[in-house]
């Protein structure tokens, strides 16, 4: 498990609670428990808000609960549920150190408004914040009577912790063109503040060459399952939940984000959305911010999920920016400027360039990463005039995997239990190095992700010292 320090600095970069960011940590072990279950792996579908954060791109909404769709409906009983997830307790604790009392293991089984039984479970944990009195809790929706149109995928999970898996974690999960289909029939029949919001990042995310077609007739097709007419923008705007999409779009959100974006910012996409369904308008390409004369690494660039940069401004926050099209009061230089962010180079000589125009006078402007002395979130949208390259411009690729995972089995015979295995340290392909100096004996080590604990070594004069704990120098690039 890992320790309170980085879930503190994780909180720190994305300006969220440290408790919203345990619990996206613990629901990444989460995942893995499930997909690596004998039974549960291959027969649950992963679906939803959540999957598209962990799954596909950086919505950087951090949602509280995981979707599936379940192909086995025997699956949908109480007492399976809870020896299955008993099981996947103790794996996780296994691997991961993260504690899931038996006790707070709990399913409801129901009839839905279709006919059909669902489930819904509650699964408390004790994570590396380990807070007093009732453990905070995951949600499981679970359901077997929806329709899956296309093939589901294996995608790697984003765990952007230090204890990521060799191999990392991977589960099957909705399509990239069902999962936009299902989110627009879940507008079309709730219009829920969290549907709105992700069906726009998706949207963000399309390329000009996907198949608009196929999201359509997975469209149709769900929309017909459920008896339900296909979303036109006249329809929603006079639904009865219309009213109440704004009204909770604060109250359901906001403790999600950041900072949250105006209601009105991502309804006036909507038309855009559908029209482009349709047919009836097409998504053009947007030219890149150019380099302005500076001498660009093309080989490098920036991960495309979220993570902890260590910088003294989190940069991560001016992502989210970047993703939610809203600007950021920056401060460089003593002096503060309001800015559209859309891009971030490095220098062939190692620096970070943040690339942005700046929004009253529209002129184009870049700013080294290390000399930025502030960074704030503000509520003023913009309209893009680039390609907003701060966040992925499409759906994150994967490669067709061999083999499910590295992980063993957890249903799988056990006959003692297994002795807790040592974390493996995620090393990432992008991003920032660590320079840490031995506390005793001065040396200098270099690492890819931010850890301080040293192990024994030689010293410059070859003698041996114990290591233990490491300074923070700096961070290259």
Known sequence: MIDRQEIMDFSREFSLSANVIEKDYVIGWMLAGISDHSELGSNWVFKGGTCLKKCFFETYRFSEDLDFTLTNSEHLNHTFLVNAFKKISEWIYDKAGIEIPRETISFEIYKNPRGGISAQGRIGYRGPMQPRGDPPRIKLDLTTDEKVALDPSIR????????????????????????????????????????LYDVIHIYHHVEPNLDRTLVLSTLETKCAFKGIDVPKMDALENQPERAELKSEWANMLAHQLPVLPAFEQFWQELPEV???????????????????????????????????????????IIRFAAANRLCV???????????????????????????????????????????????????????PQYVVELTQSGPISAQPLAKRSTIPSISGP????????????????????YVFKCAICGKQFIRKSYKASLNPHKNKQGYSCPGRTGIYITTKY
């Open 156 to 195: 790697e999970v984003h765990h952007p912790y230090s204890d990521r898996p060799d191999g990392g974690i991977h589960i099957q999960c909705y399509s990239f063109e069902e999962i936009f289909a299902e989110k627009l029939r879940a507008l079309t029949e709730r219009e829920r503040p969290r549907d």
């Open 274 to 316: 559908l029209k482009w369904l349709y047919g009836e308008a097409v998504k053009i390409s947007q030219p890149t911010i150019p380099p302005m004369g500076q001498s660009i690494d093309e080989t490098w660039r920036p991960p495309s999920m979220a993570q902890a940069w260590h910088t003294t401004s989190p940069l991560e």
């Open 329 to 383: 009061d920056l401060a460089y230089q003593n002096r503060r400027r309001l800015i559209e962010p859309y891009s971030l180079r490095r220098t062939r000589d190692g620096y970070l360039l943040l690339f942005a125009i700046k929004h009253q006078t529209h002129e184009n402007r870049f700013y080294r990463v290390d000399r930025i002395q502030g960074a704030e979130v503000t509520k003023e949208p913009f309209t």
């Open 414 to 433: 056990h006959t003692a239990r297994r002795k807790r295995s040592r974390p493996a340290t995620g090393t990432p392909r992008f991003g920032p190095k």
